[in-house]
Each structure stands twice: as C-alpha cells, then as structure tokens.
C-alpha cells in the first residue's frame, strides 16, 4: 500500500493557462475527495466520489474546474483559464466506504502558484 | 452549518513538555466524530486521533490524548512528552455521522506547534 499519490507536487503556470492534477487513491478505496488548501486556512472540501460517481461538488467549485474519476480509479481535478485566486494546495484523500469514522488519508498535495 | 474553531494560530514547548491544543465547534448534530489531524511541513496530513461523540471516554493514542466536553463543544488535544517530530500544523475537524455530506470534513484553521529541543 503506497498512499494517496498526487502529481505533479508543484506547478506554476501563468494566469490564463489550464492546468491539470492527478490522484492515485490507495488501492480499492471506493471514496476519493478533493479538498483545496490556501496559506492560514484548513482545507476545504471541494468535491466528492464514490467509485466513478461524482456526488457533490462544492459551490467553491466553479465551472473552470471539473473533475473526474473514470472507472472508479485515479481522479483529476483541471483547472481552466486559471485565475491568481486559484493559487493553493489540492489535496486529495481516499477511503474505503463502511461508515462514516472510516479513516480519511490524505495525499501530500499539489501546489498551484499562477503568476 | 458545521463551524470548526482553532483560536491558537501558534503555540511551543519545550522538548519532554505536555502541550494542549485547543478546539471549538458548532453543530446540531447530536452524533458525529472529531478528529485532530497532523500536517508536518511538505508533508501529507496523517490522522492522530479520532472521537466518536456518542462515548463520553476521552479517546486516546499514546502519548496524544483529548478532552472531549461535548456541552462545551470542545475538544483539546494533549500530547504528552512533547518530541521534535511533534512539530507541525495541526488541525481539528468535524464529520457528521449520518445524513447528507457525513463523508466530508470540516476543518479549522491550524495551530501551528513548534516544539523546542
């Protein structure tokens, strides 16, 4: 069992430019989970799967962003036309659906820095 | 809305010193789970213990325990034997257990512990 992987750990790109991230969930965990991390705050949840389903997303979620998860596995998270406001960590964590206190993990995160 | 409160932006001790990190939440719900999370720097956020709201025993992991008050809405954390791998970003969060959205966590805004040898 390797974690939660995400890639790339950093990016930078200019405003106006999509980008795209990565997640490799830990293996057979049927739930995955976007969460965005700016400097002095929490993270914040920003959208949710359950296999290949995508089941609520965050109104912190524009229509610049969109994710996915084809056949229940890795996840992206793109960004389009991406703002200076976009600039923050994306966290993704998966967990194995049973109930509710099943244990989150989360990945190291991918930092977006858009100049 | 489920509200999570970390009113201490920063905090030391000393090397073989007891530290408590204080949390405050807001809810509703009368069954949910708490959890402090530990974000070393560039590192990812691991679990350091979780507390079911329906046990009045206050959950503990070696040498990190909690004080669960659940008419307060409170829930500090103590790590005991303070050790330099304790430093980093620390962060309470709030899961609802049943409902709607009982997969997502609500977080605070961090402590961050820095831990002096």
């Known amino acids: 069992d390797t974690g939660v992987s995400q890639n790339p750990r950093h990016k930078i790109t200019k405003r106006g430019q999509n980008v795209t991230f990565r997640c490799d969930p830990i293996?057979?965990?049927?739930?995955l989970y976007w969460y965005r991390q700016t400097l002095g705050q929490g993270p914040e949840f920003l959208t949710y799967?359950?296999?290949?389903?995508?089941?609520?997303k965050s109104r912190l979620l524009s229509d610049r962003f969109s994710a996915e998860r084809p056949k229940g596995s890795f996840s992206t998270l793109e960004i389009q036309r991406t703002e200076q406001g976009d600039s923050a960590m994306y966290l993704c964590?998966?967990?194995?659906?049973?109930?509710?206190?099943?244990?989150?993990?989360f990945g190291e995160g991918s930092w977006l820095t858009v100049v | 809305a489920q509200t999570v409160t970390q009113s201490q932006p920063e905090m030391s001790v000393q090397e073989a010193e007891t530290v408590t990190l204080s949390c405050t939440y807001d809810?509703?719900?009368?069954?949910?789970?708490l959890f402090w999370y530990k974000q070393p720097p560039s590192r990812q956020m691991i679990l350091v213990i979780r507390?079911?709201?329906?046990?009045?025993q206050n959950a503990t992991e070696n040498r990190f325990s909690v004080n669960f008050q659940k008419a307060a809405k409170s829930f500090s954390l103590k790590i005991s034997d303070s050790q330099l791998g304790d430093a980093a970003m620390y962060f309470c969060a709030y899961r609802r257990t049943r409902g709607g959205s009982n997969y997502k966590l609500t977080f605070g805004k961090g402590t961050l512990l820095t831990v002096n040898p």
């Open positions: 799967f359950q296999n290949e389903a995508q089941l609520e």
């Open positions: 809810t509703s719900e009368s069954d949910y789970y």
């Open positions: 964590a998966s967990s194995w659906d049973s109930f509710s206190g099943n244990t989150i993990y």
């Open positions: 293996s057979e965990h049927n739930r």
């Open positions: 507390q079911e709201a329906y046990k009045q």
